[in-house]
């Protein structure tokens, strides 16, 4: 029974985490609004946010793993909670980049301490599905949180839609604080023995295989509303239930990949890669096609939810047997090549805009595909 609860609250604070990340991009017109200033100026949010995810989340989780883990994740929780409360009482936008970057400098760390529980609790045979779950909650955020939060918005005010996060955020720690276990085993190691793991040439692959495929996909998730709109031809009012659908292949992709993971560990990557690769090849022909066009969309959605935690559980498990002083920062590598992923795949997709249509994308995508293609079949090779 209390297995099952942990996993439930685990899945709960990954869907908090990712509500707060993405709920920035349905409220960006609110917000620039409040504050008087240009939409550019207010997107620079996501990228200041994503950026500092990326640089503070391993440094972070390598400098803390030397103290308890429950005493780590409880202050992060209540530094998350601070800059969370300041985004949403904010007296103007200067204070509002501060709070999203102590919010983003710790959000990392949270997740990956998350998944570091999950080693801990989980039986080794359950871990590959629990590490879905968790990032299937990642993933309902996008579907169900941001709507909420854009709707929250335009019936009183975006700033509520943070102070619920808030509110929400004192209710999972407190059952964090209940569920998660006070002591674990825990190897401790100098900074420099933990970066070991990042010479480890199964890690250097998985890092390169993640972050291209994130890449692959954020060549076209960029642009997914003018997709469905301007190139597939469906309506504003057919845009919210298509975005739902193609979120909720994302959580069935999440799913499938905990059950490939658990039989097959990686040894099925080099065939998800090369599915990723193929259909953003015939991407463009299948946009001819309204329905056609959403069917490829929805399929390669769920092809591109399972690399995350199908290469996450190779991450832990590799620290695990090899490097045990390093499992807080396994743990944070699968945030850090999403974010980078999402990063270097969204700017090339801006830049490529410039000179082919947004209706053929999908070649810029399968360039990064290529590279996940090789990287995991050299992976795989590994003994």
Request: contains cysteine; proline residues 3%; hydrophobic residues 55%.
């Amino acid at each position: 029974m209390k297995y099952r609860l942990q996993s439930i609250v685990f899945v709960l604070t990954a869907f908090l985490l990712g509500c707060n990340e993405f709920m920035v991009v349905g409220v960006i017109s609110n917000i620039a609004k409040s504050y008087h200033a240009s939409l550019s100026t207010v997107g620079l949010l996501v990228t200041f946010f994503a950026i500092t995810y990326a640089v503070c989340t391993p440094v972070l989780t390598t400098v803390t793993s030397k103290y308890n883990r429950f005493k780590v994740l409880m202050a992060m929780l209540v530094i998350f909670w601070i800059g969370n409360t300041m985004t949403a009482l904010a007296p103007n936008l200067f204070w509002l980049f501060v709070a999203r970057i102590i919010t983003a400098a710790v959000a990392g760390v949270i997740i990956s301490l998350i998944l570091v529980f999950v080693s801990v609790i989980a039986p080794l045979e359950k871990r590959s599905m629990l590490v879905a779950a968790v990032f299937s909650g990642f993933s309902t955020a996008t579907i169900i949180g941001v709507p909420v939060g854009t709707t929250i918005s335009m019936l009183s005010s975006w700033y509520i839609s943070f102070l619920v996060i808030s509110v929400l955020t004192i209710i999972i720690g407190a059952a964090l604080y209940w569920l998660v276990p006070r002591d674990s085993d825990q190897v401790t190691g100098s900074i420099k023995s933990q970066l070991r793991l990042m010479g480890d040439r199964r890690i250097v692959l998985g890092v390169v295989v993640m972050i291209a495929l994130m890449a692959a996909e954020y060549t076209f998730y960029t642009y997914i509303r003018p997709i469905i709109t301007d190139v597939l031809g469906y309506s504003t009012a057919q845009l919210n239930w298509l975005l739902g659908l193609i979120g909720v292949m994302f959580i069935l992709g999440n799913t499938a990949a905990g059950i490939v993971s658990s039989h097959y560990g990686i040894a099925k990557m080099p065939q998800v890669s090369a599915a990723c690769l193929i259909l953003l090849l015939v991407m463009g022909l299948a946009f001819h096609l309204s329905w056609m066009g959403i069917a490829l969309l929805c399929l390669i959605c769920f092809v591109l939810g399972m690399p995350g935690s199908i290469l996450q559980v190779m991450f832990l498990n590799v620290a695990d047997r090899d490097y045990p002083e390093a499992i807080s920062l396994a743990s944070s590598l699968n945030p850090i090549c999403t974010n980078v992923g999402v990063s270097v795949g969204s700017l090339v997709a801006s830049i490529s805009v410039n000179f082919v249509p947004i209706s053929q994308v999908g070649y810029i995508g399968a360039i990064f595909a290529l590279i996940g293609v090789v990287g995991t079949m050299m992976l795989v090779k590994i003994k």
